[in-house]
């Protein structure tokens, strides 16, 4: 609100779901769009758990413009992370990334693995913790440091393009659009 008082032309809301730094007190995506929809009238970008046409539709059903998408193109073909992260997001479930480090800051959500377990055993992460996130995104030691990732990494099963994302998210959203904008004229569901 700080923000849309000061006169700023829109907002990136993101939900828990995502990769990166979170807010510790985590609200989904599917909520938050909602509730800051209700509040302002600027352009919202959505992000947090959306990777794909279908997860664009839901945004734009909740009050979003436009969606961000972070893990997905951190595993596209271009990304210049190493393949380790790359196949580590594609053979990750939905189940497959901690938010760690909830009672401290930074709160991040990452990957599963055997540094994030010990990590999220305790509670509490060290800032050292992130001093190796560069072996992690070009060395592949997935090791080194967390692996900043979100839930959808658990929907992403292949590294493609990111021409053939964003084509395939755009045809996929208009696809479903339509199919719901049919339900509606005919008011069916
Ligand atoms: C590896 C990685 C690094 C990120 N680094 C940053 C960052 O430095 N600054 C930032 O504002 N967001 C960062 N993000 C968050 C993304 O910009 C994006 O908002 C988020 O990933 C969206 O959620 P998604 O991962 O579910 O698509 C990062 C995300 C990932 C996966």
């Known amino acids: 609100m700080k923000c849309v008082d000061a006169g700023i032309d829109g907002l990136v809301v993101e939900g828990s779901e995502g990769g990166g730094f979170k807010n510790p007190e985590d609200v989904s995506t599917l909520v938050l769009l909602q509730a800051i929809r209700a509040k302002v009238d600027v352009p919202l970008i959505a992000a947090g758990g959306i ?6 539709a839901a945004a734009f059903a909740l009050g979003a413009e436009a969606i961000q998408m972070g893990t997905r193109f951190v595993s596209c073909a271009e990304s210049p ?9 594609v053979s990750s479930k939905e189940t497959g990334t901690w938010m760690l480090n909830t009672k401290s800051t930074p709160c991040i959500r990452a990957l599963k693995s055997e540094r994030t377990s ?72």
């Open 118 to 189: 010990v990590i999220h055993e305790q509670g509490i992460m060290s800032f050292d913790d992130m001093k190796g996130i560069l072996n992690v995104y070009f060395k592949g030691d997935m090791e080194a440091a967390p692996a900043l990732a979100g839930q959808s990494a658990g929907l992403i099963d292949s590294v493609k393009t990111a021409k053939d994302i964003i084509e395939d998210t755009v045809a996929e959203f208009f696809e479903i659009s339509a199919r719901m904008g049919a339900k509606a004229q005919s008011q069916s569901f």
């Open 51 to 56: 990777c794909d046409g279908r997860g664009m």
């Open 81 to 89: 992370v190493h393949d380790n992260f790359k196949n580590a997001i």
